[in-house]
Nanobody
Framework: VQLQASGGGLVQAGGSLRLSCAASGRTFNDYNMGWFRQTPGKERELVGAINWSGVSRYYADSVKGRFTVSRDNTKNTVYLQMNSLKPEDTAVYYC?????????????????WGQGTQVTVSS
């Protein structure tokens, strides 16, 4: 499956952004989807994940209550709504797809990756 992430940009602290990740090439609803982020010198970390049907979700503690992962299987797209953004949310954000059972937290468990989109939160 090919993934194309978009929606990043520059926003002030307290603001909101919505990232999108469009999938093509295979049956989108065969895949659980994850949103990761990475800053220079640090490991890629899972921000949120959603299972193939949208029923199960996972969030990192650092974003709980502020970020929401959703998906629209009719549009082959997964979203990351980010509210109350903080400067520490600044990173390159990646979407990823996993066909395995259950939601995965480690990057190595994901099979396909989008190209990344930069999110910068100014203080």
């Amino acid at each position: 499956v090919q993934l194309q992430a978009s929606g990043g940009g520059l926003v002030q602290a307290g603001g909101s952004l919505r990232l999108s990740c469009a999938a093509s090439g295979r049956t989108f609803n065969d895949y659980n989807m994850g949103w990761f982020r990475q800053t220079p010198g640090k490991e890629r970390e899972l921000v949120g994940a959603i299972n193939w049907s949208g029923v199960s979700r996972y969030y990192a503690d650092s974003v709980k209550g502020r970020f929401t992962v959703s998906r629209d299987n009719t549009k082959n797209t997964v979203y990351l709504q980010m509210n109350s953004l903080k400067p520490e949310d600044t990173a390159v954000y990646y979407c990823a797809a996993d066909r395995g059972l259950g939601l995965k937290k480690r990057p190595r468990n994901y099979d396909y990756w989008g190209q990344g989109t930069q999110v910068t939160v100014s203080s």
